[in-house]
């Protein structure tokens, strides 16, 4: 019998126990035994809970008892779990993660110290929710050099964005409704502002180059410039506006940005609507492949969370991670980035067109009905850097919204 701890009783904690109960003979099934959760850590005491006979309040009391071979870290933030982790690893016990903040900052280090102490270091959760994304890097496709991966990486902000696109829904509405669903961050910011996406891109940029990826290196926009005249000239287009995570392999670097796109129906990452997640991963054998599922939420987390739990058990000893050193991977600067370009512009058509020809190049022109004080449109393919020189010389820009194509 496998006997485990829990840190931390929230939203994704109390889905640990939950599925554990739930699902307790298929998991002992799965693992080959029986897995039995001995503490739950937590400040508060949860009585009438399926918690209340396990909390504990001391860490002491976990990392000193030989019986726990395996700890959940689901407290998030980067202290004290990033303590408890390198503690517990130190102590021969296996780690289990839903921690991207902690496993962007410290992840090359923490897997070094599982290494060592010949246990797990395991984090499916903390990318995608309950998409079994790192999984299949680290395990599946690992025949394929991987050239871009390309995702709706944040529940919160697509949730918002779709129903802002489909019911004209009011931005503070509808963050308010993803809060209230358990999906957004305990400070929305890291949602809405991109950082959470922009950990968990630096996280796959890191499983698939095998070197650290500084999440304080990609340029990283999110979602609080968009107005419902954004959304408008989107429709008009024929396209919609999602916050894509990228990392593309490019002249032999990785490129990484976390930003609002434009997407064309014909992309694979159009119809993903609501709370789901989903990845685009394009192997140089492989070719596309699509992952798609809850990306967050109390049960598709503890999902993966026990997925890895599980995991460890039946790994006993071998190590199931592919480390990535702590070598920092220098991306490909963004001003070197190839695309194209969406930009409201306020004045008059008729009279800007010509300087704005002049230098972007052709444009292509989108006026909405009953809007004449400003006008949209999209320039060809080009460098960022070359767009920033460019937009430069116009006071007169009000958006830009990058194509993906
Ligand atoms: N706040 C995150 C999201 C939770 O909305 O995707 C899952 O990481």
């Not at 009783?9 to 640990?16: H, I, L, M, Q």
């Not at 504990?56 to 303590?83: K, R, S």
């Not at 990486?153 to 669903?181: I, P, W």
């Not at 393919?381 to 020189?389: D, G, L, P, Q, V």
Request: charged share 25%.
């Amino acid at each position: 019998m496998a006997k485990i701890a829990v840190l931390g009783y929230g939203t994704v904690g109390s889905g640990v126990v939950e599925v554990m109960n739930i699902n307790s003979s298929m998991i002992a099934r799965r693992a080959g035994e029986e897995i039995t959760i001995k503490y739950v850590l937590d400040l508060n005491d949860f009585p009438g809970t399926p918690a209340e006979k396990l909390i504990v309040h001391d860490f002491e009391q976990i990392v000193a008892d030989e019986e726990i071979e395996l700890v959940v870290e689901v407290m998030g933030g980067i202290e004290p779990a990033n303590t408890f982790v390198r503690r517990s690893l130190e102590a021969g016990k296996s780690v289990v993660t839903s921690n991207k903040a902690l496993v962007a900052k410290h992840g090359a280090e923490l897997l070094k110290t599982a290494k060592e102490h010949h246990v797990n270091f395991l984090f499916e959760a903390s990318v995608g929710g309950g998409i079994p994304i790192i999984r299949s890097l680290n395990n599946a496709l690992t025949g394929d050099e991987i050239e871009e991966i390309t995702g709706i990486l944040n529940g919160t902000t697509n949730y918002m964005m779709t129903k802002m696109f489909y019911d004209g829904a009011d931005y503070d509405e509808v963050l308010k409704e993803a809060q209230d669903n358990g999906y957004a961050e305990r400070n929305p910011e890291a949602d809405v502002e991109g950082y959470d996406a922009c950990r968990k891109i630096a996280i796959l940029s890191s499983v698939i180059s095998g070197c650290y990826v500084n999440f304080e290196d990609i340029y990283t926009e999110g979602i609080t410039k968009m107005t419902s005249r954004d959304i408008c000239y989107a429709r008009k287009m024929g396209m919609t506006i999602k916050l894509l995570a990228s990392a593309k392999r490019e002249d032999e670097k990785i490129s990484a940005i976390v930003a609002p796109f434009l997407l064309l129906p014909s992309h694979p990452l159009y119809n993903i609507d609501g709370v789901f997640n989903s990845v685009f991963v394009k192997g140089n054998m492989l070719g596309d492949a699509m992952f798609y599922g809850s990306g967050a939420g109390k049960l598709p987390t503890a999902s993966a969370v026990v997925g890895d739990i599980v995991d460890a058990v039946k790994n006993r000893g071998r190590d199931v991670m592919a480390a990535w050193t702590e070598e920092k991977l220098e991306l490909k600067s963004k001003g070197d980035a190839k695309r194209k370009f969406f930009v409201r512009m306020a004045g008059d058509k008729e009279e800007l067109l010509q300087k704005v020809e002049a230098a972007f190049g052709p444009v292509t022109v989108i006026t909405l009905k009953d809007v004449s004080d400003e006008f949209g449109f999209i320039t060809g393919r080009m460098k960022e850097s070359i767009y920033e020189a460019m937009a430069a010389g116009f006071s007169n820009i009000l958006h830009m919204i990058r194509v993906e194509e």
